[in-house]
Antibody, heavy 121, light 108 residues
């Protein structure tokens, strides 16, 4: 049974930083690509970032490029995203999602329950 | 960048068929995937690779993709199908994952 559990969300001031984590279990974490996807209040799903199974390739949405960094620790079965220079537009529920493949993005076959990030003074 | 266009809303009566479209330039050359999202729940994959169904998804859910339009078809609509539906592709020319804007299915 695949399980993805996000943590690290909370309230952060504009311009601040935050790191989210996603603990994975129930599958061989180190052979699958992983993503972060977010949903702002009242908006649709927005893809944020992808990391290859071995961490050597990373892709980002234009809206977060240069501010967010996706990473993974395969020894800990954990996915991360470090978010810098946060703005109100980054307020959203952030989901960790497992890709069907390992090398390039394909589709999301499992999702976590999400963690809420609120950027507010 | 690649854009996917979905109607904001679709409505269908119980027992009828609902069709949700996803438009994109030559989308027929890409693999399209569909997700169902109910309030307070994580998204669920309902169709992948245009027309395949994950295990556990009813046969009432089907997909097609050709030309500039992909379609998710829900046959014999039930009250429990009421949700937001999103299409998704991988745009390899710009290395980004793209979601459609989402379609709210209302069961009348």
């Amino acid at each position: 049974q695949v399980q993805l559990v996000e943590s690290g969300g909370g309230v952060v001031q504009p311009g601040g930083s935050l790191r989210l984590s996603c603990a994975a279990s129930g599958f061989n974490f180190n052979i699958y690509g992983m993503h972060w996807v977010r949903q702002a209040p009242g908006k649709g799903l927005e893809w944020v970032a992808f990391i290859r199974f071995d961490g050597t390739n990373k892709y980002y949405a234009d809206s977060v490029k240069g501010r967010f960094t996706i990473s993974r620790d395969n020894s800990k079965n954990t996915l991360y995203v470090h978010m810098d220079t946060l703005g109100a537009e980054d307020t959203a529920v952030y989901y960790c999602a497992k890709d069907k493949l390992g090398n390039t993005p394909h589709y999301f076959d499992s999702w976590g329950q999400g963690t809420l990030v609120t950027v507010s003074s | 960048s690649y854009v996917l266009t979905q109607p904001p809303s679709v409505a269908a009566a119980p027992g009828q068929t609902a069709r949700i479209t996803c438009g994109g330039n030559n989308i027929g050359t890409k693999s399209v995937h569909w997700y169902q999202r109910k309030p307070g729940q994580a998204p669920v994959l309902v169709v992948y690779d245009d027309s395949d169904r994950p295990s556990g998804i009813p046969e009432r859910f089907s997909g097609s993709n050709s030309g500039n339009t992909a379609t998710l078809t829900i046959s014999r609509v039930e009250a429990g199908d009421e949700a937001d539906y999103y299409c998704q592709v991988w745009d390899s020319s710009s290395d980004v994952v793209v979601f459609g804007g989402g379609t709210k299915l209302t069961v009348l």
